[in-house]
């Protein structure tokens, strides 16, 4: 239902109206990062909203930049990147920093989602490696960046489940309460 739904309307927006929306959840999102901040982002993936114009912003203000690195199926690193720094293929057909970057601790993960609500659970794509990099940074702003059409009224919430901190979308940046 998720994946149709974001499907839906990615192609009712055609490729121009998704990217001025995409831009548009970038400018959202930006006032939200400090500076200093290492931020992970991601490549999207097929309908995903699509953090390049994000990126590219960041890029711009000398951001420290940091995309995910997946040594197997349920191992993932973040490993530090900057627009022109080669890629990789990796599992999952996913584009990934070289295994020589760096390895970094991101201060802020920027992440896809299927599903979202407001009280800041998310949906992701089943492989649970947002979920251990969480864990394992538990001081990392967690923002999640979904099309509005991702929203759900509420996620199923097993005791691990790491919420996260906000979500931006085309439409709005939505604060989830403090747990």
């Not at 006032?31 to 999207?44: D, G, S």
């Not at 999640?144 to 906000?166: C, F, K, N, R, T």
């Amino acid at each position: 239902m998720l994946r149709a739904r974001r499907a839906a309307l990615f192609e009712g927006l055609g490729e121009q109206s998704a990217l001025r929306e995409a831009e548009a959840t970038a400018d959202r999102l930006l006032p939200h990062i400090p500076p200093q901040a290492i931020v992970a982002l991601y490549f999207k993936i097929q309908d995903e909203i699509d953090p390049q114009p994000l990126i590219e912003r960041l890029h711009a203000r000398g951001q420290r930049l940091a995309l995910p690195h997946l040594t197997d199926r349920t191992t993932m690193y973040f490993r530090a990147w900057a627009p022109g720094d080669p890629l990789q293929r990796a599992v999952f057909k996913l584009r990934q920093p070289l295994a020589t970057a760096a390895e970094v601790a991101p201060d802020i993960i920027v992440t896809p989602l299927l599903g979202f609500d407001r009280q800041g659970g998310r949906i992701g794509q089943g492989a649970s490696h947002y979920d251990r990099a969480f864990s394992r940074f538990p001081g990392a702003r967690r923002l999640g960046y979904a099309w509005s059409v991702q929203e759900v009224e509420a996620v199923p919430h097993d005791p691990w489940d790491i919420p996260l901190h906000a979500i931006a979308t085309e439409r709005e940046w939505i604060v989830v309460p403090a747990q």
